[in-house]
Protein backbone atom coordinates (compact mmCIF):
# COMPACT_ATOMS: atom_id res chain seq x y z
CA UNK A 1 0.00 0.00 0.00
CA UNK A 2 1.55 3.71 -1.30
CA UNK A 3 0.97 6.40 1.46
CA UNK A 4 -1.35 9.24 0.31
CA UNK A 5 0.91 12.07 0.05
CA UNK A 6 -1.88 14.62 1.62
CA UNK A 7 -1.41 18.58 0.92
CA UNK A 8 -0.43 19.24 5.17
CA UNK A 9 2.44 16.70 4.59
CA UNK A 10 3.60 17.75 1.46
CA UNK A 11 3.72 20.97 2.97
CA UNK A 12 5.31 20.16 6.14
CA UNK A 13 8.07 18.40 4.12
CA UNK A 14 8.88 21.00 2.14
CA UNK A 15 9.32 23.48 4.92
CA UNK A 16 11.82 20.64 7.04
CA UNK A 17 13.64 21.25 3.47
CA UNK A 18 13.94 24.57 3.34
CA UNK A 19 14.38 25.13 6.90
CA UNK A 20 17.47 22.36 6.63
CA UNK A 21 18.42 24.26 3.89
CA UNK A 22 19.13 27.52 5.40
CA UNK A 23 20.56 25.68 8.82
CA UNK A 24 23.28 24.15 6.79
CA UNK A 25 24.45 27.52 5.20
CA UNK A 26 23.18 26.39 1.90
CA UNK A 27 23.07 28.96 -0.90
CA UNK A 28 20.34 28.46 -3.27
CA UNK A 29 22.56 27.39 -6.17
CA UNK A 30 23.85 24.74 -3.51
CA UNK A 31 20.51 23.56 -2.88
CA UNK A 32 19.66 23.23 -6.19
CA UNK A 33 22.79 21.68 -7.23
CA UNK A 34 22.96 19.35 -4.60
CA UNK A 35 19.31 18.33 -5.23
CA UNK A 36 19.70 17.81 -8.52
CA UNK A 37 22.61 15.66 -8.42
CA UNK A 38 20.32 13.86 -5.54
CA UNK A 39 16.92 13.51 -7.36
CA UNK A 40 17.28 14.59 -11.06
CA UNK A 41 14.81 17.37 -9.98
CA UNK A 42 14.80 21.24 -10.39
CA UNK A 43 12.85 22.14 -7.50
CA UNK A 44 11.64 20.15 -3.97
CA UNK A 45 8.46 21.06 -5.41
CA UNK A 46 8.52 18.72 -8.05
CA UNK A 47 9.14 15.96 -5.63
CA UNK A 48 6.92 13.05 -4.58
CA UNK A 49 6.30 12.19 -0.61
CA UNK A 50 9.17 9.30 -1.08
CA UNK A 51 11.50 12.01 -2.83
CA UNK A 52 11.23 14.77 -0.17
CA UNK A 53 11.41 11.65 2.44
CA UNK A 54 14.55 10.42 0.81
CA UNK A 55 15.97 14.02 0.65
CA UNK A 56 15.08 14.89 4.18
CA UNK A 57 17.42 12.08 4.79
CA UNK A 58 20.18 13.04 2.89
CA UNK A 59 19.83 16.37 4.56
CA UNK A 60 20.10 14.65 7.70
CA UNK A 61 23.47 12.68 6.41
CA UNK A 62 25.09 16.14 5.45
CA UNK A 63 24.93 17.26 9.27
CA UNK A 64 21.46 18.61 9.66
CA UNK A 65 19.75 18.07 13.20
CA UNK A 66 16.10 18.84 13.10
CA UNK A 67 15.36 21.13 16.06
CA UNK A 68 13.13 19.53 18.59
CA UNK A 69 9.85 21.60 19.57
CA UNK A 70 6.81 21.22 21.43
CA UNK A 71 3.57 19.29 19.74
CA UNK A 72 2.11 21.59 17.09
CA UNK A 73 -1.36 23.03 18.30
CA UNK A 74 -4.14 24.35 16.83
CA UNK A 75 -5.34 27.64 17.06
CA UNK A 76 -8.19 26.67 19.43
CA UNK A 77 -5.72 25.09 21.50
CA UNK A 78 -3.85 28.21 21.88
CA UNK A 79 -6.61 30.02 22.69
CA UNK A 80 -6.93 27.49 25.18
CA UNK A 81 -3.38 27.89 27.08
CA UNK A 82 -3.21 31.62 26.53
CA UNK A 83 -7.00 32.10 28.53
CA UNK A 84 -5.54 29.61 31.39
CA UNK A 85 -2.33 32.28 31.31
CA UNK A 86 -4.70 34.40 31.49
CA UNK A 87 -6.88 33.29 34.07
CA UNK A 88 -3.38 32.77 36.60
CA UNK A 89 -2.24 36.47 35.42
CA UNK A 90 -5.62 38.22 37.02
CA UNK A 91 -5.08 35.31 40.47
CA UNK A 92 -8.06 33.16 39.77
CA UNK A 93 -6.39 29.85 39.95
CA UNK A 94 -4.40 28.36 42.83
CA UNK A 95 -2.33 26.41 40.24
CA UNK A 96 -1.95 27.92 37.47
CA UNK A 97 0.93 25.33 35.57
CA UNK A 98 0.03 23.06 32.75
CA UNK A 99 -0.78 20.15 34.84
CA UNK A 100 -3.34 22.05 36.53
CA UNK A 101 -4.85 22.99 32.81
CA UNK A 102 -4.33 19.57 31.81
CA UNK A 103 -6.46 17.98 35.22
CA UNK A 104 -8.88 20.83 34.46
CA UNK A 105 -9.20 19.36 30.62
CA UNK A 106 -10.03 16.03 32.05
CA UNK A 107 -12.67 17.23 34.15
CA UNK A 108 -14.13 18.30 30.75
CA UNK A 109 -14.14 14.63 29.47
CA UNK A 110 -10.95 15.72 27.59
CA UNK A 111 -7.58 14.16 26.74
CA UNK A 112 -4.54 13.63 28.75
CA UNK A 113 -2.63 16.34 26.14
CA UNK A 114 -3.47 19.19 24.87
CA UNK A 115 -2.82 18.85 21.42
CA UNK A 116 -5.63 15.88 21.38
CA UNK A 117 -8.30 18.19 21.80
CA UNK A 118 -11.36 17.92 19.13
CA UNK A 119 -12.31 21.14 18.19
CA UNK A 120 -15.84 20.67 19.39
CA UNK A 121 -14.09 20.18 22.92
CA UNK A 122 -11.84 23.06 22.50
CA UNK A 123 -14.63 25.45 21.66
CA UNK A 124 -16.45 23.89 24.94
CA UNK A 125 -13.49 25.11 26.85
CA UNK A 126 -12.61 28.25 25.26
CA UNK A 127 -15.93 29.42 26.30
CA UNK A 128 -15.97 28.10 29.89
CA UNK A 129 -12.46 29.95 29.81
CA UNK A 130 -13.97 33.23 28.41
CA UNK A 131 -16.89 33.18 30.92
CA UNK A 132 -14.51 32.12 34.06
CA UNK A 133 -12.55 35.39 33.40
CA UNK A 134 -15.23 37.60 32.49
CA UNK A 135 -16.53 36.69 36.11
CA UNK A 136 -12.91 37.49 37.67
CA UNK A 137 -12.32 40.77 35.84
CA UNK A 138 -15.68 41.86 36.82
CA UNK A 139 -14.76 41.44 41.17
Not at 91 to 120: C, M, R, T, V, W
Amino acid sequence: MQAVDTPKARKNELAQIHIAIADLGWSDDDYRAILRAKTGKASAGELDSTGRKRFLEHLRLCGWKPKSKAPLLTPQQWRITKLWRELGAAGALQDPSEKALLAYIKGHGGPDALNFINPGLANTLIDSLKGWLKRVSKK
